[in-house]
């Protein structure tokens, strides 16, 4: 999802964000790209919306304006729940840290192998998936 470096010389490397209304009368999806294609902002304004839950899991989270729209949403009463990798611990971009000096209960993926997934789910009815 969304929270992970953008990083790789010579190609748009970044965020496939899908909004996804899980209705079955209809669905929106859109698409962004990073770093130019509104990704990041995309992301920021569906935290901005939530009005009950965040759930969120991810490999890398290193966004700083995405981790200060979390810490607005549970300022809103929102609840948010995190999952990432356990290398987040220790990671120096991570952002794991200041999101438990805000009150998260940050949690760590410590099985074998790596916590891969990169997506958020808002109120039970957005979807975010991809990187930013």
Do not use: W
């Not at 969304?2 to 209705?23: E, P």
């Amino acid at each position: 999802m969304i929270f992970s470096k953008q990083t790789r010389k010579g190609a748009i490397i970044g965020c496939l964000l899908v909004l996804a209304n899980f209705s079955f009368v209809q669905a929106d999806i859109k698409v962004y790209f990073s770093p130019n294609g509104g990704c990041q902002e995309a992301v920021i304004r569906e935290i901005s919306k939530a009005q009950k839950s965040i759930d969120i899991a991810m490999y890398s989270f290193t966004t700083r304006d995405v981790a200060q729209a979390l810490v607005e949403a549970k300022n809103r009463n929102v609840k948010v729940r995190i999952v990432l990798d356990k290398a987040q611990k220790n990671e120096h971009y991570s952002k794991s840290r200041y999101l438990i000096s805000k009150g998260f209960d940050v949690k760590y993926h410590l099985g074998k192998g790596l916590m891969h997934n990169k997506f958020a789910v808002i109120d039970g009815t957005v979807l975010l998936t991809g990187s930013v």
